[in-house]
């Protein structure tokens, strides 16, 4: 090196890596390097990585986290010998792109083809070995003709349990004309058997409802997280805490006619097939636990003075001697029946609380004891003691029957609330104690308990079920905790569903030759003033210019539930695949992709594949042999702490009328207290070098959201910085923050309008606590 500088050839022997890896990306290019076909003399594999949502802040680090690797393993099989598979595309419908359409006016496929080609350009520079020939995007209509074809074949498919698999709508149809419903074994929501004749005498409306009870594809009433800001449905992990994932809006739980698929109907393959496939240990526990089977009983309480049953579920019949007291969700549709004039007003405003919390909140927060009598009791059905009736946000509506009995010496949960409302605790084990807390394990020798004393816990179970079903007062049965996914959005962006209405409200799905229904030009991308969904606004959008079109749009995931076979065969204008495309490259060999995405996405993916297998469209019921999780990049958590260092007694933070928005804080021992500012989030941005003090506000104090601004240090224990923010450009790219308040170093923002402290700069210390996935959602 020394004798290049002194001959001054330093420069030119230089490794000019830019250059090299722009000429031969152009050779890759040129020579269709990565172009794969189907050729049956070598053998496939198939490397495919979980396709991005094209946003316009571009990939994020946690792209190419996961797409490094799966190009070292797809450039490795390829000089080996395999025929590689290595496609790339787009997920490009979804929320952001048309939340940005409300704000801009401009049409969603504008901006999403402009990030299209921004992801584009960062993947081409990072050099990757995708076959780019091979690109689908989900809002191309070309693509989404077949996902509208799948949700087709879904409408006209019922479940049947005796062969477990989908079958045609029109063999069940058949077996109403011969036989009635009373031998048809289906995972469906009927309850109520009808004959052959009465089959036939029912009107064309009345049988599309019972058929609705049946199809996988199917229109109900069912419960759902509704957020009025954005005008429509979220999905569970769409939801945190109470309020929507993006925008950090208000979330409720609202009954609504929606469209849903029935991947009930698959819980138990979904079990057992997690078996059969390479994917992480903790991936399939998660979806276990997301499946959630459970096997018992179910058992019939009657209500004291009313003509009414409730039915509960249980696991542990055996604790039946335990019961104190029978909690029903606050949705449950007996509540308005069970309540008595003197709890009216109390019932009332505590189902509005619960049902505002999303049922993944009411789940986790299993330290939180909340609830509310009714004023009326069930009686025991072996004892013939009266037993109270309460509801609390720890019962799903949507799991079970809806309602539990309290068995607080045997269920922590139960012991919680019965200590909290002051229920009486019984042992119904030997020697166990049970006044300060439950004892949940299945173990133990019973009394207590009539004719389960002295049985082991096992035993006790066996004989309690035999009793109910002799007694006839309850049935054998197994429980998942997995629920239908709702299918239908109230958005603009989104696949329009192929139904439309006749003239008696009924629902038919288009002729598959009319495929693709095409998203109409709207005026704006809001719902109505009505309230109807944005498709609403193209008065003229109707099937065959006479019928009605459904107006809600497919959820975000529709596409990706079979994206994965249409890279197989993607130019195909008669199939979404061909037979002989699918018979070669079959299903993914390596998949990589989130964990996040664990019940979710994967578990639509594996229902969808095991949907088409049951037909005969593949040969396979697993979409993928192999996934690998390719970790998370972290950055500090969202979780904001802020402490007065000298000040102990209340602060006046403003200056003016405190009635113009922001009002005040209080502290106590360097600790908020009490805070009175009405703004729906609060966003601190600081700069500070001093001691670092850690009193917490929790989000449960404040109904606020924290969102992190600017960069952080999070190795430092001294001098964590949060840099200040240009408030006014944050408002402009996000306006539904307009009204947020914002605090800075010298004072407050709010509404346009900004509050200085007034001599009290170093009241406020900030920092950042934990770390959480990075992500462009928190900024």
Same mark, same amino acid.
């Given at each position: ?211 609705? /009870? ?7 009433? %069912? ?435 405190? %009635? ?63 840099? /200040? ?55």
């Amino acid at each position: 090196m020394l004798v290049l500088q002194k001959s001054g050839l330093a420069k030119a022997m230089e490794f000019n890596f830019k250059d090299i890896e722009t000429e031969v990306q152009g050779f890759w290019q040129r020579q269709n390097v990565f172009h794969s076909e189907t050729d049956s003399i070598k053998p496939k594999y198939y490397v495919l990585d979980m396709f991005p949502y094209p946003s316009g802040a571009g990939l994020h680090v946690g792209h190419p986290l996961g797409y490094v690797a799966s190009d070292i393993i797809a450039r490795y099989k390829r000089l080996k010998g395999f025929n590689v598979l290595h496609p790339m595309g787009y997920d490009s419908f979804g929320l952001p792109a048309e939340q940005y359409a409300i704000q801009t006016g401009q049409h969603p496929s504008i901006t999403t083809e402009e990030n299209i080609k921004t992801f584009r350009s960062q993947m081409d520079k990072l050099g990757f070995s995708f076959d780019w020939s091979r690109e689908v995007r989900t809002s191309d209509s070309k693509f989404y003709k077949w996902t509208q074809w799948i949700f087709i074949k879904l409408f006209h498919s019922w479940y049947n349990k005796t062969t477990n698999k989908a079958e045609p709508i029109d063999l069940l149809i058949k077996e109403f004309e011969d036989n009635g419903n009373e031998k048809v074994n289906a995972a469906c929501n009927e309850s109520s058997f009808f004959s052959a004749d009465q089959w036939e005498s029912f009107s064309a409306a009345q049988k599309s409802n019972i058929l609705l /009870n049946y199809r996988i594809a199917y229109l109900a009433d %069912s419960w759902v997280n509704w957020c009025p800001a954005l005008g429509t449905v979220l999905a569970n992990d769409e939801v945190k805490e109470g309020v929507s994932e993006r925008g950090g809006y208000p979330v409720e739980r609202k009954l609504m006619k929606q469209w849903s698929l029935r991947i009930t109907a698959y819980a138990e393959r979904l079990l057992e097939d997690l078996e059969k496939i390479d994917w992480s240990e903790s991936l399939k526990e998660t979806q276990r636990n997301w499946i959630g089977k459970s096997e018992g009983c179910s058992l019939k309480f009657e209500v004291c003075g009313i003509n009414l049953n409730i039915e509960v579920f249980t696991t542990r019949p055996d604790t039946i001697f335990g019961v104190s007291f029978i909690t029903l969700a606050p949705e449950h549709e007996l509540v308005p029946q069970l309540t008595t004039e003197e709890y009216k007003t109390a019932v009332e405003e505590y189902v509005i609380y619960a049902k505002n919390r999303s049922e993944r909140d009411r789940m986790m927060d299993i330290k939180k004891v909340t609830g509310q009598f009714t004023g009326s009791y069930v009686v025991h059905p072996f004892t013939k003691q009266q037993i109270p009736i309460w509801i609390s946000e720890y019962v799903l509506a949507t799991y079970g029957t809806g309602a539990v009995m309290g068995v607080p010496g045997h269920d922590e949960r139960d012991h919680r609330f019965a200590t909290k409302f002051n229920l009486p605790i019984i042992s119904i084990l030997k020697g166990i104690d049970v006044k300060e807390n439950s004892f949940d394990e299945k173990a133990g020798i019973l009394c207590n308990s009539d004719f389960l004393d002295d049985l082991t816990v096992q035993e006790a179970i066996t004989k309690a079920i035999e009793e109910v079903v002799r007694q006839e007062i309850g049935s054998r049965k197994i429980n998942y905790k997995l629920r239908d996914a709702i299918f239908g959005r109230q958005r603009y962006w989104g696949e329009p569903i192929p139904i439309y209405y006749d003239e008696e409200g009924i629902p038919h799905t288009v002729d598959e030759k009319n495929l693709p229904i095409v998203l109409p030009e709207v005026d704006r991308y809001l719902p109505t003033e009505s309230g109807e969904p944005p498709l609403a606004r193209a008065k003229e959008w109707k099937y065959k210019g006479i019928y009605e079109y459904e107006l809600t749009t497919m959820p975000g995931w529709a596409g990706s539930n079979w994206y994965y076979l249409r890279y197989e065969d993607p130019n195909n204008n008669n199939e979404f695949a061909s037979k002989e495309a699918i018979d070669y490259w079959q299903n993914v060999d390596l998949y990589v992709g989130g964990d996040e995405h664990a019940t979710g996405h994967l578990m639509y993916f594996r229902f969808c594949t095991k949907f088409l297998f049951d037909f005969g469209f593949i040969p396979f019921d697993e979409p993928a042999k192999k996934l690998v999780n390719q970790g998370k990049l972290q950055a500090a958590t969202h979780q904001i702490l802020v402490a007065s260092s000298r000040r102990e007694n209340e602060i006046n933070v403003v200056e003016g009328s405190l %009635s113009e928005g922001v009002q005040a804080i209080k502290f106590s021992n360097g600790q908020i207290v009490e805070i009175s500012i009405p703004a729906k989030n609060i966003f601190i941005s600081y700069k500070d070098k001093g001691d670092l003090i850690s009193a917490k506000i929790g989000v449960s104090q404040l109904n606020t959201t924290y969102v992190p601004l600017g960069a952080v240090d999070p190795i430092s224990n001294s001098t964590n910085e949060l840099f /200040n923010l240009d408030i006014d450009k944050f408002i402009s790219v996000l306006p539904a923050h307009e009204d947020s308040l914002f605090v800075t170093d010298n004072g407050f923002y709010q509404g346009g309008k900004f509050y200085p402290v007034t001599g009290q700069k170093d009241c406020f210390k900030v920092k950042f606590i934990g770390f959480e996935k990075m992500s462009k959602s928190k900024y």
